[in-house]
């Protein structure tokens, strides 16, 4: 099912579909027929996993009327995955677990300035209040293990559930293909995480930007291989006394509208600054 509608927050677009037990919310603005940057947020069971964008608020609230929804799981603190929880915890009355990093940003959505795209495209969450989430979580009959995941944001966590080989990643996946990074993120941790889980048996990735992403592990391993390459490729090129901007220009050519829309928060000179600033997860 896709709806599209104007409302006072602009033009939105939000797409209900199922993937056997797991109901996905595909939304975002939609001023040009498309959705402008989507976010997905799942129902599985009585957890519903991130609440997606507050510019959606209304189409995605009445799309809940009528479920069984007990708690709510973040997989972390950005406005496009704790948008819509204020009100949903107000209308369901339920607890929202997250990591215990993300609780103060939760409470006072505003400790995450917003840039003036990221005002535009998602606009500002409301106030929720949430508990830290523990080592594991239960949705019915499914048992979720839960897996800190630094390397977007310190406060990320990914949801396993090994029984049936599901992983819920937030954005940590986001397609196999690496060319920007926010500034805020770190290239080699992301890495690092990205290894740890392929060592989980994943049959499917259930990620907020790509979706259903089957055969995960592999889908993993391809993006490890991917990171791992363009990671030497730059490391050869400082060797060869290239300098940070020449390094971009031959890996990943020159920056382009996701540069310029995002005023540099999003960039491909932050990925390559982020590979040479060597910083692994232990020195983060
Ligand atoms: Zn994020």
Same mark, same amino acid.
């Given at each position: 099912?896709?709806?599209?509608?104007?409302?006072?927050?602009?033009?939105?677009?939000?797409?209900?579909?199922?993937?056997?037990?797991?109901?996905?919310?595909?939304?975002?603005?939609?001023?040009?027929?498309?959705?402008?940057?989507?976010?997905?947020?799942?129902?599985?069971?009585?957890?519903?996993?991130?609440?997606?964008?507050?510019?959606?608020?209304?189409?995605?609230?009445?799309?809940?009327?009528?479920?069984?929804?007990?708690?709510?799981?973040?997989?972390?603190?950005?406005?496009?995955?704790?948008?819509?929880?204020?009100?949903?915890?107000?209308?369901?009355?339920?607890?929202?677990?997250?990591?215990?990093?993300?609780?103060?940003?939760?409470?006072?959505?505003?400790?995450?300035?917003?840039?003036?795209?990221?005002?535009?495209?998602?606009?500002?969450?409301?106030?929720?209040?949430?508990?830290?989430?523990?080592?594991?979580?239960?949705?019915?009959?499914?048992?979720?293990?839960?897996?800190?995941?630094?390397?977007?944001?310190?406060?990320?966590?990914?949801?396993?559930?090994?029984?049936?080989?599901?992983?819920?990643?937030?954005?940590?996946?986001?397609?196999?293909?690496?060319?920007?990074?926010?500034?805020?993120?770190?290239?080699?941790?992301?890495?690092?995480? =990205? %290894? *740890?889980?392929?060592? &989980?048996?994943?049959?499917?990735?259930?990620?907020?930007? !790509? +979706?259903?992403?089957?055969?995960?592990?592999?889908?993993?391993?391809?993006? =490890? %291989? *991917?990171?791992?390459? &363009?990671?030497?490729?730059?490391?050869?090129?400082?060797? !060869? +006394?290239?300098?940070?901007?020449?390094?971009?220009?031959?890996?990943?050519?020159?920056?382009?509208?996701?540069? &310029?829309?995002?005023?540099?928060?999003?960039?491909?000179?932050?990925?390559?600054?982020?590979?040479?600033?060597?910083?692994?997860?232990?020195?983060?």
């Amino acid at each position: 099912m896709a709806q599209r509608i104007k409302n006072k927050k602009g033009i939105v677009m939000l797409k209900i579909k199922n993937h056997g037990p797991v109901t996905l919310f595909y939304m975002g603005r939609s001023p040009l027929g498309f959705l402008l940057y989507p976010v997905h947020a799942f129902l599985v069971g009585d957890m519903l996993i991130d609440t997606g964008t507050n510019r959606v608020d209304k189409p995605f609230l009445s799309a809940l009327t009528g479920r069984s929804i007990a708690k709510i799981v973040n997989t972390h603190h950005h406005e496009d995955h704790i948008g819509n929880n204020g009100d949903i915890q107000e209308r369901f009355k339920i607890p929202i677990y997250a990591h215990p990093s993300a609780l103060p940003y939760l409470e006072n959505p505003r400790l995450n300035a917003l840039r003036p795209y990221q005002r535009i495209v998602w606009a500002w969450p409301k106030k929720s209040k949430g508990t830290a989430i523990g080592a594991s979580i239960t949705a019915g009959n499914l048992h979720f293990e839960v897996i800190n995941s630094p390397g977007h944001t310190d406060d990320h966590i990914c949801l396993y559930e090994p029984d049936k080989k599901w992983l819920f990643s937030g954005d940590l996946f986001c397609g196999t293909t690496f060319i920007y990074l926010r500034r805020d993120e770190n290239y080699l941790q992301i890495l690092e995480t =990205i %290894k *740890k889980l392929s060592a &989980l048996e994943i049959d499917t990735i259930f990620c907020n930007l !790509k +979706g259903v992403v089957e055969n995960g592990k592999e889908a993993l391993q391809r993006k =490890i %291989k *991917k990171m791992e390459q &363009l990671r030497d490729h730059v490391l050869k090129l400082q060797e !060869k +006394g290239l300098p940070p901007q020449s390094i971009r220009q031959e890996v990943l050519g020159k920056e382009d509208a996701w540069n &310029l829309i995002t005023g540099g928060h999003y960039s491909k000179q932050n990925t390559i600054d982020s590979i040479l600033s060597g910083k692994r997860p232990d020195q983060s």
